[in-house]
């Protein structure tokens, strides 16, 4: 058994969809709530960003402003960097929904990877179409293309801690 960069243990095996089918079922479903909780989440985080940059503006006139350009870009990318690569290896959005990502060989994401992860999602939705996510009707593990393309893989935290 070896460890992942937490130290925390990880297994050599894949997660099988075959002989573990409680790892997947509802994911994609609870995948859609959660995306829809952690959109919240963001644009609340953005607004109050927005009035500490507004008020750092006037301190700075208006040089802070300039922050405003990237200010959307940088709190979403912040926010899953920190959440979904961080210990809890989930969003808050996918810890209400009880689910967790790993990668395919059991080793919690980390937060360069789970940038990758939000920047490939919204590239392939915007320059492929959201028809993009219909790969999941044909995964076992009922994985995006974008956890394809990482290997990472999104399974029910309950059902991963039993």
Request: aromatic share 12%.
């Amino acid at each position: 058994m070896s460890a992942d960069y937490s130290g925390t243990p990880v297994r050599e095996t894949v997660y099988d969809p075959f002989t573990r089918p409680d790892l997947f079922e509802g994911v994609r479903t609870r995948r859609i709530f959660a995306f829809f909780v952690d959109v919240i989440a963001i644009s609340i985080l953005i607004v109050v960003a927005a009035v500490v940059v507004g008020f750092l503006g006037i301190f700075t006139l208006g040089l802070a402003w300039l922050a405003y350009a990237i200010l959307a870009p940088a709190v979403a990318l912040l926010y899953i960097a920190f959440t979904l690569g961080g210990p809890e290896a989930a969003t808050p959005g996918m810890r209400a929904m009880g689910l967790e990502m790993r990668l395919w060989y059991g080793a919690r994401p980390y937060p360069l990877l789970a940038t990758m992860h939000a920047l490939i999602f919204w590239f392939s939705i915007s320059f492929l179409t959201p028809l993009i996510l219909l790969v999941s009707l044909f995964s076992e593990r009922k994985r995006l293309l974008h956890d394809i393309a990482l290997g990472t893989v999104v399974m029910n935290s309950g059902a991963l801690e039993r």
